[in-house]
């Protein structure tokens, strides 16, 4: 078995991202980078900067155009997206649960809080230790 069946039993059903169309998907992603921005609390000068930090060189007006439909998103930007925000690309195309998008988003902001403190308290650990010599 291939496709959704193998997945679902007689009765279940499983959307998959072939039942959208090219233009769904350019008319979708848009409204749906809105929302998920917009259920992590995020401003687009805030996706705009976290998109630069991954490589990808997005303003402020950038994020507004793909919002807007006025602009496409180029692959590797909705590779960026999906990282930014802890999901996958396919969630933004099919209508995901925006706010588990925004909790991933704030776990992500959290696992960088306890990396910074972990890397503080072990320069702090040796420089105890290198005091207690």
């Not at 990282?83 to 690309?89: G, K, P």
Request: aromatic share 4%; net charge negative; proline share 3%.
């Amino acid at each position: 078995m291939t496709g959704p069946e193998c997945f679902a039993g007689p009765s279940e059903s499983i959307p998959t991202i072939a039942t959208y169309t090219t233009q769904n998907i350019l008319e979708g992603i848009g409204p749906a980078i809105a929302n998920v921005r917009r259920a992590a609390n995020m401003s687009q000068a805030g996706v705009a900067a976290s998109m630069c930090r991954l490589g990808v060189q997005w303003s402020q007006a950038t994020v507004s155009k793909i919002e807007l439909n006025q602009r496409i998103v180029q692959l590797h930007e909705g590779v960026a997206l999906a990282t930014l925000f802890r999901c996958t690309l396919d969630q933004f195309i099919t209508g995901a649960n925006y706010e588990a998008i925004a909790a991933g988003r704030r776990l992500n902001e959290i696992d960088d809080q306890i990396a910074a403190l972990q890397g503080e308290r072990d320069m702090l650990v040796a420089r105890l230790e290198g005091g207690a010599r």
